[in-house]
């Protein structure tokens, strides 16, 4: 099964629903970040979110960014996604190993700390749209539980998985996102909060073989539960050689000159694929002429 995102509407339209198995771009950010077993759940968590995210976005060239400053041995995290739910993300600090919660719980809560989270988004307009929250728990879901209600006024439940094998590989990730509009009635909320009460983690629903349809009919079923979209899901980097060499062009001659001359090379390295570019003295040479 690959990873994909479904949109989906439930109550004739006065619910929005989202879930999405990510395991195969989680494991690949684990792989390119070597991130410990809390950093990759920590990652996991917001790539799918993000992924989920992405797909709300309505412009082919709009942007979501997901930022964690915190205060935790994690310091933070970044992540971003397209309208067709391709992300990318890193953690500040990769190897970061903490005790778990309890057998068997990463203790992404306590990796993250006290802190902030950020969502930007960039929908073609002068000023991106962003909203700040303090975390309520650093476990990612309960806090964009609080986002949206706090920085959208849309009443949510969220819930955000990655179960990590004892190999450290990944071995499911996933998550859902419920949304209430403003005409949602009292009879559905109290049903849907019930359901929600009852229901197993994602990630064990995704290791019984469930797929994120199965997650929504479980949720959603008897309510008219419609899915209008399915996204394939992936981590896709956009950096390349010419944007590298486009950034170092813009730091200026004097910036330039001084790195032939101190260093004859240059490495540059992409936070979000953790991709290195090599740039020899020759070709920073021309960079340097261009940037006159
Ligand atoms: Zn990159």
Do not use: W
């Not at 960039?122 to 962003?130: F, L, N, T």
Request: charged share 25%; proline share 3%; with cysteine.
């Amino acid at each position: 099964m690959g990873d994909y995102v479904i949109r989906a509407t439930a109550g004739n339209g006065a619910i929005r629903a989202f879930a999405a198995t990510t395991g195969e771009l989680v494991q690949h950010a684990r792989q390119v970040h070597h991130t410990s077993p809390v950093a990759s759940a920590a990652l996991g968590r917001m790539l799918t979110a993000a992924a989920m995210m992405g797909t709300m976005l309505k412009g082919d060239k709009d942007l979501l960014t997901l930022q964690i400053r915190s205060l935790g041995p994690l310091k933070g995290i970044v992540v971003s996604a397209d309208s067709q739910a391709r992300v990318k993300g890193y953690v500040f600090n990769p190897t970061v190993d903490i005790p778990v919660k309890y057998p068997g719980k990463l203790d992404v809560g306590g990796a993250i700390g006290e802190g902030y989270m950020s969502v930007i988004k960039d929908i073609g307009m002068r000023e991106p749209y962003a909203g700040r929250i303090k975390l309520v728990s650093g476990e990612i879901a309960e806090d964009l539980t609080y986002y949206f209600a706090q920085s959208e006024q849309t009443p949510s439940a969220v819930g955000l998985g990655v179960l990590v094998d004892t190999d450290t590989s990944i071995r499911r990730a996933g998550g859902f996102i419920i949304q209430l509009m403003p005409d949602t009635t009292e009879e559905m909320i109290s049903k849907l909060e019930e359901r929600l009460n009852r229901i197993p983690y994602v990630t064990d629903l995704l290791d019984m073989g469930k797929t994120p349809e199965d997650v929504l009919e479980m949720i959603l079923g008897d309510m008219q539960l419609k899915i209008v979209d399915r996204v394939e899901a992936s981590f896709y980097c956009n950096c390349t050689k010419e944007r590298v060499e486009k950034a170092l062009i813009s730091i200026g001659k004097e910036e330039l000159e001084k790195i032939i001359t101190q260093d004859h090379e240059a490495t540059l390295h992409c936070h979000f694929c953790n991709k290195e570019y090599h740039l020899t003295e020759e070709e920073l040479k021309t960079l340097l002429e261009e940037a006159k």
